[in-house]
């Protein structure tokens, strides 16, 4: 099993990662969590075009990590033969957020539609709203959803996959929780966003300091890392952005309170498990 971090940046416009986004593969399956910005550039250069894509998974409706989904879906429409189906999951309202993508990209399909002889069908988008404890399949990989805690943002749902005695769970947004515990019970990995509370109590703008209160801090996601047990920490979502030189003063946030494996960096960074 492959995880790539294709965007490591957050809301905040990054020259240098793009928005929250990350790539799963193993022998059977390939799958995105989340499509933030810039998302296709990403996976392009980690060799994955949207046809080849089992499943997206979304862990909440925030913008930053939706805020591609309509590149992933005219990209995979465009570029996948008839029949191909791009199987979208996520929390309730997925649903009505592929509708209004799919609304909006309406003059986009009647010129495609027009243009191109050989393109006779629209967007072939299979949407599955799920809920915690729901389990169900992409490619090889099986795919069990847990409860996260972003409130005031819910629901949101965290994603972890099996796949050949192998798991990674993808933690999306969020506050330690015990629904996000019990996913990440014994898994391999565990990918989590976090924000530096430290940093971000510095940067005087009330909106930044709201953002203290529902997301991880590193620290957090350490100490969820341990009490899971888990093999290998991956952080991403880096707010303030992580700049060069700081890696191992954000690592060592997450080492004081895990002793596994921590990965970090810009976009791009894997690692095989
Ligand atoms: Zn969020
Ligand atoms: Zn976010």
């Known amino acids: 099993m492959k995880i790539t971090l294709l965007g490591t940046g957050s809301p905040i416009p990054d020259p240098r ?54 590149d992933v879906i005219t990209t995979h429409w465009v570029m996948a033969p008839q029949g191909f189906v791009l199987r979208i999951v996520g929390p309730p309202r997925t649903k009505e957020v592929v509708d209004a993508i799919l609304a909006s990209l309406a ?5 495609r539609l027009d243009h191109h002889a050989d393109l006779t069908w629209t967007p072939n988008v299979e949407v599955t709203e799920v809920a915690p404890g729901d389990v169900f399949t992409m490619g090889s990989a099986t795919i069990t959803v847990g409860a996260t805690d972003h409130r005031p943002v819910e629901p949101t749902v965290a994603f972890r996959v099996d796949d050949g005695g192998t798991s990674v769970v993808l933690g999306g947004d969020g506050v330690p929780c015990a629904g996000l515990d019990a996913l990440c019970a014994n898994a391999d990995a565990y990918v989590q966003t976090v924000i530096r509370d430290d940093l971000v109590k510095l940067i005087p703008n ?8 529902y997301h991880s801090s590193v620290e957090q996601a350490g100490q969820t890392a341990a009490r899971a047990g888990v093999r290998t920490l991956v952080l991403t979502h880096y707010v303030p952005s992580m700049q060069p030189g700081q890696e191992d003063d954000w690592r060592s946030r997450a080492a004081a309170h895990f002793t596994g494996e921590i990965v970090l960096g810009d976009d791009l960074t894997a690692v095989t498990l």
């Open 107 to 111: 003059p986009d399909l009647q010129y």
């Open 17 to 70: 990662r793009a928005g929250p986004s990350t790539l799963v593969q193993t022998d059977g399956a390939c799958l995105l969590v989340d499509a933030g910005r810039g998302v296709l550039m990403r996976l392009a250069a980690a060799g994955v075009l949207p046809p080849m894509l089992h499943g997206v998974l979304v862990t909440h409706l925030h913008s930053d990590h939706i805020t591609d989904l309509n």
């Open 206 to 213: 009330a909106r930044i300091q709201d953002i203290l209160d």
